[in-house]
């Protein structure tokens, strides 16, 4: 982690790695929102003081070397999202700090970090304390973020629980195009474990099959979307696209044309792959909702029972709004 000192006079403490102002000259300026080092252009710099800002500054990732975040009011809120934005591409952090007590929160965020602090001689000390614990740290392993690829290959799970659910608000996805047999969508109480959801398109003697529609589970599930990031179910809308993969492994991209909120019964699932991870779903009670069997077979969620194996995906990440970062966290 580097610290950027905004004294331009002042160059001369140990442990800085730039100046910074905001004139052409120093190690370190910015000009009508373009960054530059040592006169190159090296990335953006954004003022964050609204949400159109933040998503100015989250544009910029994977285009750019450096993202510098100054802010109206200091927050972490912002300086968490953009590092989950940026995680998994090439572009860096820096931040600004006015008060010695944000050195620890933006060089900590995340269980990542900011790659620079950009602070005052007031904030210094506090600056370089984290540098120094951050220097610490990279001598540790770091965990890497699987690939869009490798988060979406399918594996058996093994049914360890079946209980009732309780009711609550349970969520179908209806969708712009039609899902053939094995197709379904990933859904998961876990950003770690994901079942494949089967959709409504086998006959039952009792209603039609509504071949576009998913009956994807409770509220606060997440689903996996088409870019390889996750949004809870609730937070799902018409115009955006998901995930559709089949017990092949094929996956496709699917627009959401309605999504449909209901009380209902549910069914509690747990389950674990090979390696023991465990996840579960809260799926709703009924002969139409199907999950994948191992062997490819459609199979009622008020069929299944423990020991059943069904397909799904796991992933070695958590998630921060919906991103893929490699901090650490627990979910149960």
Same mark, same amino acid.
């Given at each position: 982690?580097?610290?950027?000192?905004?004294?331009?006079?002042?160059?001369?403490?140990?442990? *800085?790695?730039?100046?910074?102002?905001?004139?052409?000259?120093?190690?370190?300026?910015?000009?009508?929102?373009?960054?530059?080092?040592?006169?190159?252009?090296?990335?953006?710099?954004?003022?964050?003081?609204?949400?159109?800002?933040?998503?100015?500054?989250?544009?910029?990732?994977?285009?750019?070397?450096?993202?510098? %975040?100054?802010?109206?009011?200091?927050?972490?809120?912002?300086?968490? =999202?953009? %590092?989950?934005?940026?995680?998994?591409?090439?572009?860096? /952090?820096?931040?600004?700090?006015?008060?010695?007590?944000?050195?620890?929160?933006?060089?900590?965020?995340?269980?990542?970090?900011?790659?620079?602090?950009?602070?005052?001689?007031?904030?210094?000390?506090?600056?370089?304390?984290?540098?120094?614990?951050?220097?610490?740290?990279?001598?540790?392993?770091?965990?890497?973020?699987?690939?869009?690829?490798?988060?979406?290959?399918?594996?058996?799970?093994?049914?360890?629980?079946?209980?009732?659910?309780?009711?609550?608000?349970?969520?179908?996805?209806?969708?712009?195009?039609?899902?053939?047999?094995?197709?379904?969508?990933? *859904?998961?109480?876990?950003a770690r474990s994901f079942i494949l959801i089967h959709g409504e398109t086998i006959q039952s003697k009792y209603v039609p099959t509504r071949p576009f529609r998913i009956n994807a589970g409770s509220v606060d599930a997440y689903a996996y979307l088409a870019d390889g990031s996750t949004k809870y179910l609730c937070e799902l809308k018409s115009g955006e696209d998901v995930c559709i993969i089949g017990s092949n492994g094929i996956s496709?991209?699917?627009?959401?044309?309605?999504?449909?909120?209901?009380?209902?019964?549910?069914?509690?699932?747990?389950?674990?792959?090979? =390696?023991? =991870?465990?996840?579960?779903?809260?799926?709703?009670?009924?002969?139409? /909702?199907?999950?994948?069997?191992? =062997?490819?077979?459609?199979?009622?969620?008020?069929? %299944?029972?423990?020991?059943?194996?069904?397909?799904?995906?796991?992933?070695?990440?958590?998630?921060? /709004?919906?991103?893929? *970062?490699?901090?650490?966290?627990?979910?149960?």
């Open positions: 982690m580097e610290v950027w000192l905004d004294a331009p006079g002042n160059t001369e403490h140990e442990g *800085i790695n730039a100046s910074f102002s905001e004139h052409e000259g120093h190690d370190i300026w910015s000009n009508e929102g373009v960054l530059y080092r040592n006169g190159v252009m090296i990335g953006g710099h954004v003022h964050i003081d609204s949400e159109a800002s933040q998503m100015k500054a989250r544009s910029l990732a994977g285009s750019v070397e450096w993202i510098l %975040l100054t802010f109206e009011d200091w927050s972490m809120i912002p300086i968490e =999202n953009i %590092l989950a934005a940026t995680e998994s591409t090439p572009t860096k /952090v820096a931040a600004q700090i006015t008060q010695p007590i944000e050195a620890q929160g933006a060089g900590f965020a995340l269980d990542i970090g900011v790659d620079a602090l950009l602070c005052t001689e007031e904030c210094l000390e506090s600056a370089l304390i984290v540098k120094s614990l951050r220097q610490e740290d990279s001598t540790a392993p770091v965990p890497t973020s699987p690939s869009h690829s490798d988060s979406v290959k399918l594996t058996s799970m093994t049914i360890t629980d079946v209980q009732e659910g309780h009711s609550g608000d349970r969520v179908c996805i209806d969708l712009l195009s039609m899902l053939d047999e094995g197709e379904g969508v990933l *859904i998961g109480s876990t496709r991209i699917a627009t959401i044309g309605r999504m449909k909120i209901e009380t209902r019964p549910f069914i509690l699932l747990r389950f674990e792959d090979e =390696n023991t =991870n465990e996840g579960h779903a809260f799926i709703q009670q009924a002969e139409t /909702v199907r999950l994948v069997l191992e =062997n490819g077979e459609a199979c009622s969620v008020t069929n %299944l029972s423990v020991g059943d194996r069904i397909l799904g995906c796991t992933s070695t990440s958590t998630r921060h /709004v919906g991103q893929s *970062i490699s901090a650490p966290s627990e979910e149960r």
